[in-house]
T-cell receptor, first 115, second 115 residues
Framework: KNQVEQSPQSLIILEGKNCTLQCNYTVSPFSNLRWYKQDTGRGPVSLTIMTFSENTKSNGRYTATLDADTKQSSLHITASQLSDSASYICVVSHERRTGFQKLVFGTGTRLLVSP | AAGVIQSPRHLIKEKRETATLKCYPIPRHDTVYWYQQGPGQDPQFLISFYEKMQSDKGSIPDRFSAQQFSDYHSELNMSSLELGDSALYFC??????????????FGPGTRLTVL
């Protein structure tokens, strides 16, 4: 079964600190992995997209890693800001023969950055 | 840059009523996806359209139907509404390119409340 699991479920950190979110997936065949940030009641916003050949990708203070062999990914946030408080969702794209990719959403990690 | 537009942003209906949600994709995007996100849950894929044809079907109830029009906007029609249909409904759009990322850009969502 195609699944994406994330940990921790929720996390509270102090402003300015770093944190790392984890994602494990069993989606096959794998196409690409995305990290989204979703503010409460808003649509997910893409942070990074990585294919199996990419190990690391950065977007400002966000750095995602991908290990396609162990089917694990992480999202590292440096120097956290209050505005980083949101849900972070790991999404794996399931390759389809038709060319249309189906997204498998992770359970999300709810991050709260406190002052 | 233009984003995905959804209307209305909020909708309140009573049980057994009908509702129509609209989605306007990013210009030149040819594929539209609909997702349902219940409170505290990850988005669930409902249905997608490519070039006005249904391209994939997820967990869309039989009471729901959707279509994509010649201008590529899409409408999700929901009938015989139930309390459990209360959720955020997201639309996403992409430019479908075989072998490419086919990144989905999400709209702000429509919050449907069924009383």
């Amino acid at each position: 079964k195609n699944q994406v699991e994330q940990s921790p479920q929720s996390l509270i950190i102090l402003e300015g600190k770093n944190c790392t979110l984890q994602c494990n997936y069993t989606v096959s065949p794998f196409s690409n992995l995305r990290w989204y940030k979703q503010d409460t009641g808003r649509g997910p916003v893409s942070l990074t997209i990585m294919t199996f050949s990419e190990n690391t990708k950065s977007n400002g203070r966000y750095t995602a890693t991908l290990d396609a062999d162990t089917k694990q990914s992480s999202l590292h946030i440096t120097a956290s800001q209050l505005s980083d408080s949101a849900s972070y969702i790991c999404v794996v794209s399931h390759e389809r023969r038709t060319g249309f990719q189906k997204l498998v959403f992770g359970t999300g990690t709810r991050l709260l950055v406190s002052p | 840059a233009a984003g995905v537009i959804q209307s209305p942003r909020h909708l309140i209906k009573e049980k057994r009523e009908t509702a129509t949600l609209k989605c306007y994709p990013i210009p030149r995007h040819d594929t539209v996806y609909w997702y349902q996100q219940g409170p505290g849950q990850d988005p669930q894929f409902l249905i997608s359209f490519y070039e006005k044809m249904q391209s994939d079907k997820g967990s869309i109830p039989d009471r729901f139907s959707a279509q994509q029009f010649s201008d590529y906007h899409s409408e999700l029609n929901m009938s015989s509404l139930e309390l459990g249909d209360s959720a955020l409904y997201f639309c996403a759009s992409s430019f479908t390119l075989a072998g490419g990322y086919n990144e989905q850009f999400f709209g702000p969502g429509t919050r449907l409340t069924v009383l």
